[in-house]
């Protein structure tokens, strides 16, 4: 095994761009793989077989790359496709929920954890089973946030109706008594400052995809995979399912670079 060979990234379109910034302020020596399943974006709403069966497509197109470790960046692939991926692979495959998870357990005073995401990462209830495998004594509140991944490629992220919609969605939390909310969904740190707001300032906001990145980290230590004493910083290559011009335009703006110049894959029937 040789420590330059790419950690692998897969996420349903864009959003696990968040964890991708965070991975190249933690971890500048790693060479990179992204692919964003943007033709098929969102996997949020859709059923559980058909978000494993995508998830699948993306591992086995990054598997010929040569990957020595697969990240699950999306919250929705993760909380139906972790446990199987994992099983099944030779390297090790993490995905977003463990870290938000222990993250949030170690944050909370009052055992009392919120948590916000899609459909599909709600309707599972991973980070539900997850907390309360760890802590049995702990509440969990989840709560599905339709409206917060349009509303973010809507390139709302801090206007009055941004705010609005924020402020209703999150209502059912109000009076819970939370003292610690996971941003369960690779959008929603976009909207961070007003989830923020509109919470309150003693509610403790965990960031599941840049939690992921300090354990990955740690993970390439454990496994000896670490990619150490670089002449060069690590390169980052993209793929997407979708626009290459669409994706190269958000992840230079986001990444704030010139240079990303993704290549456009066919994924099943994307
Ligand atoms: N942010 C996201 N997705 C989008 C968007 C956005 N459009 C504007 N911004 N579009 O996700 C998704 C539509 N697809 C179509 C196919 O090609 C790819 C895009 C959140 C991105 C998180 C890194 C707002 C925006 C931006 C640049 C940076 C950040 C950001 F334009 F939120
Ligand atoms: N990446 C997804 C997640 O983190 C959000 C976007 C989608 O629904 O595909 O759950």
Same mark, same amino acid.
């Given at each position: 095994?040789?420590?330059?060979?790419?950690?692998?990234?897969? $996420?349903?379109?864009?959003?696990?761009?968040?964890?991708? &910034?965070? #991975?190249?302020?933690?971890?500048?020596?790693?060479?990179? @793989?992204?692919?964003?399943?943007?033709?098929?974006?969102?996997?949020?709403?859709?059923?559980?077989?058909?978000?494993?069966?995508?998830?699948?497509?993306?591992?086995?197109?990054?598997? !010929?790359?040569?990957?020595?470790?697969?990240?699950?960046?999306?919250?929705?692939?993760?909380?139906?496709?972790?446990?199987?991926?994992? %099983?099944?692979?030779?390297?090790?495959?993490?995905?977003?929920?463990?870290?938000?998870?222990?993250? #949030?357990?170690?944050?909370?005073?009052?055992?009392? @954890?919120?948590?916000?995401?899609?459909?599909?990462?709600?309707?599972?209830?991973?980070?539900?089973?997850?907390? %309360?495998?760890?802590?049995?004594?702990?509440?969990?509140?989840?709560?599905?946030?339709? &409206?917060?991944?349009?509303?973010?490629?809507?390139?709302?992220?801090?206007?009055?109706?941004?705010? !609005?919609?924020?402020?209703?969605?999150?209502?059912?939390?109000?009076?819970?008594?939370?003292?610690?909310?996971?941003?369960?969904?690779?959008?929603?740190?976009?909207?961070?400052?007003?989830?923020?707001?509109?919470?309150?300032? $003693?509610?403790?906001?965990?960031?599941?995809?840049?939690?992921?990145?300090?354990?990955?980290?740690?993970?390439?230590?454990?496994?000896?995979?670490?990619?150490?004493? =670089?002449?060069?910083?690590? %390169?980052?290559?993209?793929?997407? =399912?979708?626009?290459?011009?669409?994706?190269?335009? @958000?992840?230079? =703006?986001?990444?704030?670079? =010139?240079?990303?110049?993704?290549?456009?894959?066919?994924?099943? $029937?994307?």
């Amino acid at each position: 095994m040789n420590n330059t060979q790419p950690i692998g990234f897969i $996420d349903s379109g864009v959003g696990g761009l968040t964890v991708i &910034k965070e #991975a190249m302020k933690q971890l500048p020596n790693e060479n990179m @793989i992204y692919l964003g399943d943007t033709a098929r974006c969102p996997y949020g709403p859709r059923p559980a077989e058909q978000v494993v069966a995508y998830t699948w497509e993306m591992t086995r197109f990054l598997m !010929k790359q040569g990957i020595k470790m697969l990240v699950i960046a999306c919250n929705t692939a993760t909380a139906v496709a972790l446990e199987e991926i994992s %099983k099944e692979l030779p390297i090790p495959v993490i995905g977003v929920i463990a870290s938000g998870t222990r993250a #949030a357990v170690k944050a909370t005073k009052n055992q009392q @954890i919120g948590i916000i995401g899609t459909v599909g990462t709600v309707n599972s209830q991973s980070y539900e089973q997850a907390i %309360k495998s760890r802590v049995a004594s702990a509440t969990v509140f989840s709560l599905a946030c339709p &409206k917060f991944v349009p509303l973010v490629e809507s390139n709302q992220t801090n206007s009055p109706i941004a705010k !609005k919609i924020v402020a209703e969605t999150l209502q059912p939390l109000q009076n819970k008594k939370i003292d610690t909310l996971i941003l369960g969904c690779t959008h929603y740190p976009l909207l961070r400052p007003i989830i923020q707001n509109v919470m309150g300032k $003693d509610v403790q906001l965990v960031d599941s995809g840049a939690e992921t990145i300090s354990e990955v980290s740690m993970l390439l230590d454990y496994f000896s995979l670490v990619s150490l004493n =670089t002449p060069e910083p690590g %390169k980052l290559v993209c793929y997407t =399912t979708g626009s290459t011009k669409m994706f190269d335009e @958000i992840a230079n =703006t986001w990444l704030e670079r =010139t240079d990303i110049q993704s290549k456009q894959i066919q994924l099943g $029937d994307a």
